[in-house]
């Protein structure tokens, strides 16, 4: 790792201040994606800025008909909190399947959708649950943050503070896992919101996380297996790697998606 | 640049001079000799340097010093009451749940806080749990059937 200096602001103020003063400081959540790339030595921070001990990003709230959660919580917190579970358990069980129980003891979901890693699960729900995401200065849907690979709408010192997830009446994430890394090959987040149906498709987009509007007209229409059956994805616009080719994340786009509509129950 | 920092070891409470940059897993062997806790890769994959930091386990390699001020951390070495091993130690010992040993400390680590308050916990929560432990030698069999054991005998 290169040198840096370390900063614990105990306010959002203090972490915006010192982000606009570092040379070039970057946010530090819970580590388990920005760690491991300085210890590659691809980034070169002047400042970190522990997000760690700000509480107002911390925690989970139930607002009405939406679930907030702030950017601070971690993946296990997620994935264990009653509120969540009651309300949309798919989201649970989508944060209890990241990575190992290390990486969910301490990573977050600010860290996750602000990295937006084309194969990571948070950007599936936000864009399946028509998340908004809540900064220190404005909302953004989803649809208008998740840009392109690791890109997002995030100006350079924004800070996201919370995610705002509006309740659906069901929904399921189905995720082929690479096993070594155990990050999405395909995941695809399939919900039946009170405004329409989404399906979000994570790993195998060219350009990150995207939706599939001829599956969600089918299942808006029919909300069962059988209307999505043949439907495809374009190839030219996946991904082809190591791990899987285009033609088959295509196939398992499909696949994912029967299989989360099943789970819809 | 150094800072100092401070935490709880082991039920000690020790302090150093580190650079920001120094990771727990450093501090805890270079500084510390606690070199029970290990470091298998450089890609947070593997957890041989599994630690606990405040009751939860974490990979030592992939937080900071500086993270872990005023923290309580637990490491292998803080497990055994003097000559008696801690009961998931003591389930490894017995069941052959280790070969080289190289993975151990992280295993047992990741062990104990997996299976705290889970008795009755099932071979494929174990094998689901321990993803972020890899071990190049046993074929995870014994361990799985070690950690078994320790959950039972830690209810005790
Ligand atoms: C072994 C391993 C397996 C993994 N498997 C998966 C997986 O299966 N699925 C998956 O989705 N992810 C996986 N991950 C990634 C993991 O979920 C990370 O926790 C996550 O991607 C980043 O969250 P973090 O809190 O650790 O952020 P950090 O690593 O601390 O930060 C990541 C980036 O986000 C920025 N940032 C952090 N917080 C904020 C904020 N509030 N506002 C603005 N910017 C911010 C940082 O500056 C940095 O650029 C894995 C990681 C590891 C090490
Ligand atoms: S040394 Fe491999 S995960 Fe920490
Ligand atoms: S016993 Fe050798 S790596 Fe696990």
Do not use: W
């Amino acid at each position: 790792m290169y040198e840096f200096d370390y900063r614990r602001p105990n306010t959002l103020d203090e972490a915006l201040e010192a982000l606009r003063t570092a040379p070039d400081g970057k946010l530090l959540a819970g580590g388990q994606t920005l760690l491991p790339t300085l210890k590659q030595r691809l980034a070169n921070p002047s400042d970190l800025i522990d997000l760690a001990h700000i509480q107002d990003l911390k925690g989970i709230s139930v607002e009405g008909d939406t679930l907030v959660i702030g950017a601070m919580t971690r993946h296990a917190e997620v994935a264990t909190s009653p509120d969540v579970r009651a309300r949309i358990p798919a989201l649970a069980e989508l944060a209890g399947d990241i990575g190992d129980r290390q990486v969910r003891n301490r990573g977050t979901i600010g860290g996750s959708i602000a990295n937006n890693d084309p194969a990571a699960d948070y950007p599936a729900a936000c864009l399946g649950l028509n998340a908004t995401i809540t900064t220190d200065r404005r909302e953004i849907g989803a649809d208008d943050f998740f840009t392109d690979l690791f890109e997002t709408a995030l100006v350079e010192d924004e800070v996201v503070v919370a995610v705002r997830f509006p309740v659906p009446v069901r929904a399921a994430y189905m995720k082929f896992k690479n096993p070594a890394s155990r990050y999405a090959i395909v995941g695809v987040f399939v919900a039946q919101n009170s405004d329409g149906v989404r399906v979000a498709v994570t790993g195998a987009g060219a350009s990150g996380v995207f939706r599939v509007p001829e599956m969600e007209a089918a299942l808006a229409a029919d909300f069962a297996t059988g209307a999505i059956e043949g439907i495809a994805v374009p190839q030219d616009d996946l991904n082809s790697d190591i791990h899987a080719s285009a033609e088959y994340r295509a196939h398992l786009v499909g696949v994912m998606a029967r299989r989360a509509v099943a789970a819809c129950g | 640049m150094t800072v100092t920092v401070s935490m709880t070891v082991n039920g000690e409470v020790v302090s150093g001079e580190v650079e920001p940059r120094t990771l727990l897993v450093q501090f805890l062997r270079d500084q510390l000799r606690l070199t029970g806790t290990h470091i298998g890769c450089d890609t947070s994959q593997c957890g041989a340097c599994v630690v606990h930091v405040d009751g939860v386990s974490v990979k030592s390699c992939t937080m900071l010093a500086v993270q872990a001020e005023n923290a309580a951390i637990t490491t292998i070495e803080g497990l055994a009451d003097g000559e008696r091993l801690h009961p998931m130690q003591e389930a490894f010992r017995e069941n052959h749940g280790l070969q080289c040993g190289y993975c151990t400390p992280g295993m047992v680590m990741s062990a104990i806080d997996l299976v705290r308050d889970r008795p009755d916990i099932t071979e494929d929560e174990i094998r689901k749990g321990i993803d972020g432990n890899l071990c190049r030698c046993t074929g995870y069999h014994n361990i799985v059937k070690s950690i078994k054991a320790g959950a039972q005998a830690m209810k005790g």
